[in-house]
């Protein structure tokens, strides 16, 4: 069975194909950086209209980079929230046109499912039961994952999301946009220690975050007398080193609390090399083993919703082919999931 995937869900416009029996034939990813760059973040119109412009070409240059037509397609996944309204719009309304036209179900997919999975996606994926650490620009959250459609909040962010603190945290010292990426990158040249950033709810003995202090203390630091440009690097170090504590703390005492020894690192900030060092040094001393999606599947992508919608249809979820209706859920969480509807139409 082959399944499309249309991503739309914020600023990349991202189109896959995944065969359940060979694996990912291809995807295309177009990133509307640039387009965004000059407001420095996304701007939800742009962002609709560009993904307008962009599908059709993307699904185009997909199906010949993979040897397909359109006729060899068993189905389309979308993502169908949560995000941009107008944005998931776009990758909705044609995937439901695409199923109707061909006469294949047209699945919709949360998009933090498909970070969820995406691990599943690398040459040498977990098995379930695993902690997952779900790092995107609007989430953090760790999960227990006990199968598809299967998935127990053990905690989350109780204000900004990891990926928003490291955006935000970034314009605070004036890096262009995405922040994320740009701060990790300066903190390469900077020293962790030399500004001391405090490392929140690290001691609160239960799973949550919290980032919104961390960023008001970079605020803090950074409009400080005697503050200077060359200090910059330092202090992005020390936000980075915060951020990473906090993290791998509470990603191993989920990985106590539940007894697990594989983490999965799912989202955008997944692509972090100083998270992903910290976590596996913590997770060797346990013995245990984290797993991340390969690196150009870590942010937002057309593969994994695709990969998504074929393991909800390999796991049995009956789809009829299209009939052109859909809904868009730009706020939707991960705990109103359900594992697949077997035998369900
Ligand atoms: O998963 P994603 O592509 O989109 C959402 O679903 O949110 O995540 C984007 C987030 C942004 O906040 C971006 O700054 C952050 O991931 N990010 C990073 C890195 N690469 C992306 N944060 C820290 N270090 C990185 N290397
Ligand atoms: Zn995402």
């Given at each position: 069975?082959?399944?499309?995937g249309i991503?739309?869900?914020?600023?990349?416009t991202?189109?896959?194909?995944y065969?359940?029996?060979?694996?990912?034939l291809?995807?295309?990813?177009?990133?509307?950086?640039?387009?965004?760059?000059a407001?420095?973040g996304?701007?939800?119109?742009?962002?609709?209209?560009d993904?307008?412009?962009?599908?059709?070409?993307?699904?185009?240059?997909?199906?010949?980079?993979?040897?397909?037509v359109?006729?060899?397609i068993?189905a389309?996944a979308?993502?169908?929230?949560?995000?941009?309204?107008?944005?998931?719009l776009?990758?909705?309304s044609?995937?439901e046109?695409?199923?109707v036209a061909?006469?294949?179900?047209?699945?919709p997919?949360?998009?933090?499912?498909?970070?969820?999975?995406?691990?599943?996606?690398?040459?040498t994926?977990?098995g379930?039961?695993?902690?997952?650490?779900?790092?995107s620009?609007?989430?953090?959250?760790?999960?227990?994952?006990?199968?598809?459609?299967?998935?127990?909040?053990?905690?989350?962010?109780?204000?900004d999301a990891?990926?928003e603190?490291?955006?935000?945290?970034?314009?605070?010292?004036g890096?262009?946009y995405?922040?994320?990426?740009?701060?990790?990158?300066?903190?390469?040249?900077g020293?962790?220690g030399?500004?001391?950033?405090?490392?929140?709810m690290?001691?609160?003995?239960?799973?949550?975050f919290?980032?919104?202090?961390?960023?008001?203390?970079?605020?803090?630091?950074?409009?400080?007398?005697?503050?200077?440009?060359?200090?910059?690097?330092?202090?992005a170090?020390?936000?980075?080193?915060?951020?990473?504590?906090?993290?791998?703390?509470k990603?191993?005492?989920?990985?106590?609390?539940?007894?697990?020894?594989?983490?999965?690192?799912?989202?955008?900030?997944?692509?972090?090399?100083?998270?992903?060092?910290?976590?596996?040094?913590?997770?060797?001393?346990r013995r245990?083993?984290?797993?991340?999606?390969?690196?150009?599947?870590?942010?937002?992508n057309g593969?994994?919703?695709?990969?998504?919608g074929?393991?909800?249809?390999?796991?049995?979820?009956q789809?009829?082919?299209?009939?052109?209706?859909?809904?868009?859920?730009?706020?939707?969480?991960?705990?109103?999931?359900?594992?697949?509807?077997?035998?369900v139409?």
């Amino acid at each position: 069975m082959r399944v499309l995937g249309i991503e739309t869900s914020c600023d990349e416009t991202g189109v896959a194909v995944y065969d359940t029996a060979l694996g990912l034939l291809g995807h295309r990813l177009h990133s509307q950086i640039d387009l965004h760059a000059a407001y420095g973040g996304v701007v939800p119109e742009l962002a609709s209209r560009d993904h307008i412009r962009r599908l059709p070409l993307l699904l185009r240059e997909t199906l010949e980079a993979t040897g397909l037509v359109m006729s060899d397609i068993d189905a389309i996944a979308y993502t169908s929230g949560p995000g941009l309204a107008g944005a998931l719009l776009v990758g909705s309304s044609v995937a439901e046109a695409l199923g109707v036209a061909l006469g294949v179900p047209a699945l919709p997919v949360h998009h933090l499912e498909g970070h969820l999975l995406s691990p599943l996606l690398s040459a040498t994926p977990p098995g379930f039961p695993f902690v997952a650490l779900l790092v995107s620009g609007g989430h953090t959250q760790l999960m227990r994952v006990a199968g598809v459609g299967d998935y127990t909040l053990l905690g989350e962010t109780v204000d900004d999301a990891a990926g928003e603190a490291f955006d935000k945290t970034a314009k605070l010292i004036g890096l262009p946009y995405p922040g994320g990426p740009a701060l990790a990158g300066l903190a390469l040249e900077g020293t962790p220690g030399r500004f001391k950033l405090p490392r929140p709810m690290l001691h609160s003995k239960d799973f949550d975050f919290s980032f919104s202090g961390l960023k008001t203390a970079v605020l803090t630091a950074a409009s400080a007398p005697g503050f200077v440009e060359s200090d910059r690097a330092d202090l992005a170090a020390e936000f980075q080193a915060a951020a990473v504590d906090v993290l791998v703390a509470k990603s191993m005492a989920a990985l106590k609390h539940t007894g697990l020894k594989q983490l999965v690192v799912a989202g955008g900030v997944g692509a972090n090399l100083a998270l992903r060092a910290g976590l596996n040094a913590a997770a060797a001393k346990r013995r245990a083993k984290v797993f991340y999606p390969e690196m150009e599947l870590c942010t937002d992508n057309g593969a994994m919703i695709a990969f998504a919608g074929a393991m909800r249809l390999m796991a049995g979820e009956q789809a009829m082919p299209s009939d052109g209706r859909f809904a868009v859920r730009p706020r939707w969480s991960l705990q109103e999931i359900t594992p697949p509807k077997v035998g369900v139409a």
